[in-house]
């Protein structure tokens, strides 16, 4: 299912980083995309600084959710305001000794400019900032308002789908009354036109033997244009799916076996219809079973 969150955190103040509320170093955003898909399928895109925690990101999404393309980001921003981090003299000291060793194997590489020190100015002062505990807060934070935003579009798929079980059941009960009529009418309609066979053939009244004959043939018709087991299995498939969407949880790979019994049970009913009005009604029920299965697919 699709969803949306995400959240921001200051930087921790701890020992090693004590000028970091003052130069407004910064923050730690992180958002969480869901869209809909039939697997789990995790991307991730972390700044530089944060790519140690990907497992740990990994390992708690994955036990949450089931399904979904799921993207998540995460980044160190710059605070707002004076947020220039001034390079301290052990900053200076270090890149100057780099540079003077790079530059003695390579005489021609261009030499740092002021741009250059304060960028790494800044990222010394991410590494300086232990961000674990904090990743860890802002990452369950985030995803339980995902998992919120989840909620209520399930919420949302459940009446639709209890939706369409409703418009099921009432083409289901307009096809039972036309089931026997369907099987009277053809076992009358063969047996018609079998005495009028067997009169052009012999010009005489109909044997009893050949008339046994075409009562247990109209049968075995009447027999194979039979839909009323087709009904039974179908509503017994609403009424699963109905539970399963009332009762909730994880019932993703359920609802999709139960969906494609309901679409062949409707095939079924089509393929063995004897009358105008059963073949629109299985029509009717596959458009709504297939409505049914792209949603379905999303669930988890």
Do not use: C
């Amino acid at each position: 299912m699709t969803g949306y969150a995400s959240a921001q955190r200051s930087a921790p103040h701890t020992a090693a980083a004590p000028e970091a509320k003052s130069a407004g170093a910064s923050r730690l955003g992180l958002e969480i995309r869901s869209v809909n898909s039939r697997f789990l399928d995790l991307s991730f895109r972390l700044s530089e600084e944060l790519r140690q925690h990907e497992p740990a990101l990994r390992e708690m999404i994955s036990k949450r959710l089931k399904r979904g393309k799921v993207e998540v980001r995460a980044a160190l921003e710059t605070g707002a305001g004076d947020s220039l981090r001034e390079p301290t003299p052990r900053l200076l000291q270090r890149l100057n000794s780099l540079q003077d060793n790079v530059r003695s194997w390579l005489p021609d590489a261009k030499a740092l400019s002021i741009g250059d020190v304060i960028r790494l100015s800044a990222a010394e002062g991410n590494l300086d900032v232990d961000w674990t505990q904090a990743l860890g807060e802002l990452a369950a934070a985030t995803l339980e308002e995902l998992m919120a935003a989840r909620e209520r579009e399930g919420a949302r798929l459940a009446a639709m789908l209890l939706g369409h079980l409703k418009q099921l059941r009432e083409l289901a009960l307009q096809a039972q009354p036309l089931v026997p009529q369907l099987v009277e009418q053809q076992r009358t309609r063969f047996l018609e036109r079998w005495k009028e066979a067997m009169a052009l053939a012999e010009g005489a009244s109909l044997p009893e033997a050949a008339q046994d004959r075409a009562l247990s043939e109209a049968t075995a018709f009447a027999i194979r244009i039979d839909v009323a087991e087709e009904l039974m299995r179908l509503g017994s498939h609403l009424d699963e799916i109905e539970r399963l969407v009332t009762k909730g949880g994880e019932i993703g790979k359920r609802l999709d076996f139960l969906i494609q019994e309901l679409h062949r049970e409707a095939n079924t009913l089509g393929s063995k219809s004897a009358a105008l009005e059963l073949t629109h009604i299985s029509v009717d029920m596959k458009v709504l079973i297939e409505q049914m299965r792209e949603q379905v697919q999303n669930i988890e």
